[in-house]
């Protein structure tokens, strides 16, 4: 049973930084990710959102392609999936008040409130290079 499920741009993001972090060049390019079996067009996607959010840095040409900018340990996971999905949260309510018509008489909200917090929390505490320890 999947309650809280991490989506595919999630979890590519998250294995191409574990890659990153323990690549001994340091630097990956599309096509070596392409090589591991990784979809190349949609990795660039994600790696440019990465980027966008100060967490990896490219260079282009020979010898280029994408590089941690932080050690995995300054890296939260959170921020990781931020960058990639946006705001995690596991309702569309919490997401964009006025979307559900039950809403206003809604007894679970309180409680889907609090478990956001907690996974944001919990995912906070975690750093990249807690992902790769296991």
């Known amino acids: 049973m ?4 991490i989506t595919r741009k999630a979890d590519l993001g998250l294995s ?5 972090a323990k690549n001994k ?5 599309l096509t070596q990710m392409e090589k591991m079996g990784m979809p190349k067009s949609f ?12 967490i990896l840095n490219s260079r282009e040409g020979r010898g ?7 050690p995995a340990k300054e890296i939260q996971v ?5 960058a990639i999905e946006g705001e995690v949260l596991p309702v569309q ?11 206003r008489d809604c007894q679970q909200r309180g ?19 807690d992902l790769i320890k296991f």
């Open 43 to 54: 990795m660039g996607r994600i790696a440019n959102d990465l980027v966008s959010a100060g």
């Open 64 to 70: 280029g392609g994408y590089r941690l900018n932080y």
């Open 16 to 20: 191409l930084l574990s890659m990153l």
């Open 111 to 129: 409680f889907m409130h609090n478990f956001a917090n907690k996974v944001g929390e919990m995912l906070s505490s975690y750093t990249l290079a």
């Open 25 to 29: 060049s340091g630097r990956l390019s």
């Open 93 to 103: 309510c919490l997401k964009k008040p006025g979307s559900c018509n039950l809403e």
């Open 2 to 5: 999947a309650l809280f499920h």
């Open 78 to 82: 959170m921020d990781v999936l931020f």
